[in-house]
């Protein structure tokens, strides 16, 4: 590693100690070799699972992959906001219409309900706006 990207890193490790200790001191005593005791593989599965194989893995091409991700975020509802703006953009990407995004947003009326539907079709409509503007 180069010396800008060890500071940053550096940087950002103190930042989050910072923010748990304000957040809930306790953490100041957490030993994640307790874990490591525990769950031996956590540090490589974690790592696999967030930049290997469950989120690279055939099967799925990255539009149908976004669209489920925009699915799930949706349920989730309001909580999601910042997520779901760059998975719809992302999905926009990945060549999904907007027609398709807001069907999956529909859909998942079923399973978030209509405030969670109505708040991830106005993210969206935020980030198709944006889209557009992006364009011209």
């Not at 103190?14 to 306790?26: F, G, V, W, Y």
């Not at 779901?84 to 859909?107: D, F, N, P, T, W």
Request: glycine share 6%.
């Amino acid at each position: 590693m180069n010396e800008a990207w060890q500071k940053m890193v550096q940087t950002m490790l103190e930042q989050s100690q910072q923010m748990a200790r304000t957040l809930n001191p306790a953490l100041e005593n957490f030993r994640v070799k307790g874990f490591e005791d525990l769950i031996p593989t956590m540090s490589k599965d974690f790592m696999e699972m967030a930049f290997g194989k469950t989120f690279n893995r055939e099967g799925l091409d990255a539009k149908t992959r976004m669209l489920v991700t925009i699915a799930a975020l949706t349920v989730l509802g309001a909580q999601a906001e910042p997520q779901l703006k760059l998975c719809v953009r992302h999905a926009l990407e990945a060549g999904a219409s907007k027609r398709e995004i807001a069907e999956v947003i529909y859909q998942m009326s079923m399973f978030g309900g209509l405030p969670a539907m109505q708040k991830a079709l106005e993210i969206a409509q935020t980030v198709f706006g944006e889209t557009e503007e992006d364009s011209k």
